[in-house]
């Protein structure tokens, strides 16, 4: 039996897959590859880049027009800048790869040829002899090439441009440089030179970029369908629908949640449908598990060029500070969308980056839950954001320092807050992002006779209060609306200097324009 894979590349036999080139445009690629091209094919971690590359590589040497060899070159990474050591790491991985599929060149020449030419020089011409002995035209993949540091990547990219007036002849017809970032991002520290080398000037002969999207509704739907078709379980369509809301397609996200759902212990019976209470259940799984795909990608939070793209977004900032080529590598990472309006890619992401970052301070709070759910079961709004208000009063100057994202810490000192609903049984809905002077909480409550929902609506002063509250106010009550909430609150944080608490804090209670009763907090 098949089953959904999270730790890539695919085995079609074994794996539950989308055809990894049904997702490329092929014909586009078999034209850059017929027309004697050099180009970068990149997409975030675990997206599907590894398995695209091998099916390439099938199909191409099955059709016997050229030899295509791949190779992982992420091994060097270990040597660093040990160039000599880099350069033997890739000969040595060609060679095998190259044998695995019958071509013995590279095995009985590449360690003589490192020897006599060096490490600058070793490589291509490693390339040449090899182009130049094979009756086919040679065809390079060349997998996790950003995972090179420094002047060994420099080395490797100097020596491909190097060839490239050689080929098809001399040198490989075509080269596929594969890994999470456009080569036009690659800002290589160069120990030897003491300088930051652009990517693009080591590497101009790229002819284009391509980048290996998500999946589409269709295709995460197609995916579910084929466990369906083996083992007759359903996903039913609110949950195929969860799914696709919360991971917008990102390949590794789909199988992740379908997995844990499916074939994870506690999962449903294999004669009862999957509902979204499991995809929920599930996702709430893979964030506190911390797995490897999201705690690499949190890890990315320390950049300080991630730092000026996230920051704003969580604060809900009305300027940017950040340049087109931080949004380019942000983008590169998928950690925000690819289109606008700017925001973080998927609702996964956009609740384990908070949560992330708040980490520390959340395993510090208080857990009991008791005081602030009744006997019923019910959840008392009015009294934790109660006691947060006093908390926030006598700990934020503290605690807010403690955060990389300063300019955030109001809001994810909340939503740090907040969390131990979540060890309650509830969950947190968050929406965020540049430009909308707000940050978005939902209070989701399980209880035996429904499920409640509570709308926390979170913003900085900058103008008047009553500016603030009434532009608050509507937006609270129009998220109230949209997410059919029984109530309403309005945090306000006032950051401006030299305010005395007793003029930032009050509670009071308002209606909006559309009659919703709202209760507003100020801190």
Not at 230 to 256: C, H, K, R, S, Y
Not at 293 to 318: C, F, M, N, Y
Request: aromatic share 8%.
């Amino acid at each position: 039996m098949r089953f959904f894979t999270t730790a890539g590349p695919i085995k079609p036999a074994r794996h539950y897959c989308i055809p990894p080139l049904e997702r490329l445009d092929l014909d586009a690629v078999l034209a850059l590859i017929r027309d004697e091209k050099y180009f970068v094919l990149h997409a975030p971690r675990q997206t599907g880049k590894t398995s695209t590359l091998l099916a390439l590589r099938d199909l191409l040497n099955a059709e016997g027009i050229y030899r295509c060899v791949y190779v992982n070159v992420e091994s060097g990474q270990a040597a660093r800048e040990d160039v000599e050591q880099v350069t033997r790491t890739i000969l040595a991985g060609l060679a095998s790869r190259a044998r695995s599929i019958g071509d013995e060149f590279l095995d009985e020449v590449w360690l003589d040829i490192s020897t006599k030419y060096g490490p600058y020089a070793a490589l291509g011409e490693a390339l040449t002899r090899w182009a130049e002995a094979t009756p086919k035209p040679l065809v390079l993949l060349i997998d996790e090439i950003d995972a090179l540091i420094g002047d060994s990547l420099l080395s490797v990219l100097r020596q491909l441009r190097a060839g490239y007036d050689l080929r098809p002849e001399g040198f490989p017809q075509s080269v596929v440089l594969c890994g999470v970032r456009d080569v036009r991002d690659y800002r290589i520290h160069s120990s030897s030179a003491n300088a930051i080398i652009a990517g693009g000037s080591p590497f101009n002969i790229k002819a284009q970029s391509l980048r290996l999207g998500d999946f589409s509704q269709e295709e995460v739907q197609a995916l579910l369908g084929q466990h369906t078709e083996e083992t007759g379980q359903v996903f039913t369509p609110d949950a195929q629908e969860m799914i696709w809301t919360q991971t917008q397609g990102q390949p590794w996200l789909v199988n992740a949640l379908a997995d844990q759902a499916c074939f994870r212990p506690g999962a449903a019976n294999r004669r009862d449908p999957v509902a979204a209470v499991a995809i929920i259940e599930a996702k709430e799984h893979l964030i506190l598990r911390r797995e490897t795909h999201l705690e690499q990608l949190t890890d990315k939070l320390k950049e300080e060029r991630v730092r000026r793209i996230v920051e704003p977004l969580l604060s809900g900032a009305e300027e940017r500070h950040f340049t087109d080529r931080d949004l380019e590598y942000v983008r590169d990472l998928g950690l925000v969308a690819q289109d606008r309006p700017l925001r973080i890619a998927n609702p996964i992401y956009a609740e384990v980056i908070p949560r992330e970052l708040t980490w520390v301070i959340q395993e510090e709070f208080d857990q009991d839950t008791a005081w602030y759910v009744h006997a019923d079961g019910s959840l008392d709004v009015i009294k934790l954001l109660t006691a947060f208000q006093t908390f926030f009063r006598e700990h934020s100057e503290h605690w807010v320092k403690r955060f990389e994202y300063q300019e955030a810490g109001p809001q994810l000192l909340l939503q740090a807050f907040l969390q131990r609903i979540v060890n309650s049984g509830g969950r947190i809905e968050r929406e965020y992002g540049l430009g909308r002077k707000r940050t978005d909480l939902l209070i989701v409550w399980p209880q035996a006779e429904r499920t409640r929902k509570f709308v926390i609506e979170c913003k900085i002063l900058h103008k008047s209060l009553d500016q603030t509250i009434a532009e608050g106010l509507d937006q609270t009550a129009e998220y109230m609306d949209r997410c059919d909430a029984e109530a309403g609150h309005l945090v306000i944080f006032d950051r401006r200097e030299g305010r005395r608490w007793e003029d930032k804090v009050f509670r009071e209670r308002r209606a909006s324009d559309s009659g919703a009763e709202i209760d507003i907090w100020g801190l």
